[in-house]
Structures are given as C-alpha cells and as structure tokens.
C-alpha cells in the first residue's frame, strides 16, 4: 500500500492536539483562575479541538491494487479502480469517477508558491502517478 498527503499535515494535527492539551491543563480544576461556570463549554471546545487534531494528521490518500482510499476530515471512502475514470488538481487532488460524480481529497493540495512559479506541484505529481497507476490497474478509460 501507498499513501500520499502533505507532508505537514501529520505535525499540524499533532500541534493543534498539544495545544488543546496545554489550554485544557491552564483551565484545569487545579487552577486558581479557573472558570467554573464554563466548565462544560470549555471542555467541549478542547476535546474538539484535539478530535480535529487527530482527524487532520489522519488525512490520506492510501493505493493497493484494489483501490483508492481517501480519508477526509469528515470521513473515508474506498473507490475501486473500475469507478475510477481519472484524477485532476484543482484546490486539491479530484478523483473523477465513471458515473460524472468527483471525490475531493483533502490530504493533496497544491502548494500556492508552486503554482504561482508556475512549477510542478506536490498534487499534480501525486495525480500523474495515481494516473500511473489507474491505467496498471485497469480503471475506466478517460
């Protein structure tokens, strides 16, 4: 298997975790400033905070033989490679399925200084080798 996503994502989520973690420890109960009535609210902004942590540095693109996987913030899908018809870069990687619907993919996306240098991006060369791969695997004909 093969998985492909932004390099930064994995450190980004494990960042906003620690934050959620220190904010959670200065609100503690321990804390001589700390705000009793807003204690659930509290709670629940840091514990959301930290699931977004988790669900950010779980962001994929995984590839086997049988398909494509993507992992998104809000969930996952598997796509065989017979649904797939293509894959494009817009704001992010696109897989283009045979039945006209797109899949985006969260975990590629363009870098902006790449595109405005007018050089190769991260995500068209994820998309070139997925298109690669599509064609060894025997997805739909574009």
Do not use: K
Not at 15 to 35: H, I, N, Q, R
Not at 48 to 65: C, H, N, P, Q
Not at 102 to 126: D, F, K, N, Y
Not at 132 to 141: I, N, S, T, V
Request: proline content about 6%; charged content about 20%.
């Amino acid at each position: 298997m093969r998985a492909f996503r932004n390099r930064t994502y994995p450190a980004s989520g494990a960042a906003l975790v620690a934050v959620a973690a220190g904010l959670a420890a200065a609100d503690s109960p321990l804390s001589p400033d700390f705000p009793r009535p807003g204690l659930a609210l509290f709670l629940l902004l840091y514990l959301g905070m930290a699931a977004l942590g988790v669900r950010i540095s779980r962001l994929r693109v995984a590839v086997t033989d049988r398909g494509v996987q993507v992992v998104n913030i809000l969930g996952s899908r598997q796509v065989p490679w017979s649904d797939i018809r293509g894959f494009d870069v817009g704001n992010s990687l696109v897989i283009e399925l045979a039945d006209g619907r797109e899949i985006g993919c969260s975990a590629v996306q363009p870098s902006g200084l790449e595109r405005l240098l007018g050089r190769p991006t991260h995500a068209g060369r994820v998309a070139d080798e997925l298109e690669a791969l599509r064609a060894r695997y025997g997805g739909q004909a574009r």
